[in-house]
């Protein structure tokens, strides 16, 4: 497994790429900051889209039950093994961390 720092010049369009060719994915959202500790936003939930808006500064996480907005990212590294993404560690103005993991859905046979 690799991780590379993705330079703020690509933001926009690696997540709009990215968001385009995903799979249906899950994600699990963990927030680490000083103010309240580390902790799961999410289990486990249905990933929709991730977008970066270079006009606002959000970076926006979109899954089945929420949105989640990271505001003012500052640094972006990118976790990734021969299948792919396996996660996005975001540290925005304050320097919180958050990390977004990715997991694939089970898929199951058709039923007989």
């Given at each position: 497994?690799?991780?590379?720092k993705l330079?703020?010049?690509?933001?926009k369009?690696?997540?709009?790429d990215?968001s385009?060719?995903?799979?249906?994915?899950?994600?699990e959202?963990?927030?680490a900051s000083?103010?309240?500790?580390?902790?799961n936003l999410?289990?486990?939930?249905?990933l929709?889209?991730?977008?970066?808006d270079?006009?606002?500064?959000?970076?926006?996480v979109?899954?089945?039950?929420i949105?989640?907005l990271?505001?003012?990212?500052?640094?972006i590294?990118?976790e990734?093994?021969?299948e792919?993404?396996r996660?996005?560690a975001?540290?925005?103005?304050d320097?919180?961390?958050?990390?977004?993991?990715?997991k694939?859905?089970?898929?199951?046979?058709p039923r007989?």
């Amino acid at each position: 497994m690799a991780t590379r720092k993705l330079d703020s010049s690509r933001w926009k369009d690696y997540f709009d790429d990215l968001s385009g060719r995903l799979p249906a994915k899950l994600v699990e959202i963990e927030v680490a900051s000083l103010a309240i500790g580390d902790q799961n936003l999410t289990d486990w939930i249905l990933l929709k889209s991730i977008s970066y808006d270079p006009k606002d500064d959000v970076l926006s996480v979109h899954t089945e039950p929420i949105e989640h907005l990271i505001r003012e990212p500052k640094e972006i590294y990118l976790e990734e093994g021969p299948e792919g993404i396996r996660s996005v560690a975001i540290t925005d103005k304050d320097g919180d961390k958050q990390l977004v993991k990715f997991k694939e859905v089970l898929k199951l046979p058709p039923r007989a």
